[in-house]
């Protein structure tokens, strides 16, 4: 008995052994993959960010100090690019209650709800390069669609990707159109609240409007968060939108020119004349700015988001 006791003690421990081998391995993969592809590029470029590069050899850089860094807080076209920036995020709260109204409205028992919220989520799923290209023809200056329907009610035609005083808020038209209706999350959320509360609420008189208000969304308040969050982050890194849109890059008056936009600007299109100095040390003011006032948004959940 003790032979086969130790047998078996000795195969357990063998087996054991290449599950912890096993197991490595498999997570050696993408720690390794995390290594190479976001951890060394992270160290790189704060260390190229105090030094002057203008070509793809890091050899041939030069150490400046905080030349780089007092060149990101005095230059006017950072300070244009994050004021593009700041006003593409008004579109987050835009998005936000568009997605709020919508959910609630398609979470009602009637008729054609559950096709109206695969139409309303259909936009998620489509190309941002396919959403922006249909967007332009539909605001193009001439015999775009929205123009076609001005024209013909007397009213005279606009120049959206021309001109500086509608262009912002084409893109925040398109930008509402692709993810004010991305409802899924939140009409799952609604679907959890318990009934049993609203149930209560209605028991003591309060109305749909007042129970919406005072018991639905305080339940559902963490996904708001948590998606509100989610695209902050995106609209603060946003480019691709406002690139396709505009016939030369920048947009009119430079309008479409956000930071990621002008931090690749920067590194690459202007490389003999900024370089990747420059770059890297608006990307790490830019990553720094937003892990902050992530911290102060999730200091502020504190007060206004319900986790019970």
Known sequence: MNVLSKIKKGGLKSMRRREEITGTLMAAVPFLGFLIFSLYPMLLSLVVSFHDLTSYDVSTMQFVGLKNY????????????????????ISVPINVIMALFLANLFSKDFKGARVGSVIAYLPT????????LAFQWIFEANYGVVNTV???????????????????PAVLV???????????????AMANVDSSLKEAARLDGANGRQIYFNVVLPAISPTVFYIFIMWLVAALQEMTVMQLISNNGVGPDFKAMTITYYIYRMGITNNTTEGFGRASALSWVFAVAVMILSRLLFKLSDKVVSYD
């Open 70 to 89: 007092i060149f990101v807080f005095t230059n006017r076209w950072v300070k244009r690019s994050v004021i593009n920036t700041l006003t593409y995020c």
């Open 125 to 132: 799923v489509c190309s941002v390069v396919g959403i922006t």
């Open 150 to 168: 001005l024209s013909k009610i007397g009213f005279p035609k606009l120049n959206f990707m021309g001109d500086s005083r509608y262009f912002m």
């Open 174 to 188: 398109i930008s509402v159109w692709m993810k004010g209706t991305n409802i899924l999350q939140l009409q799952a």
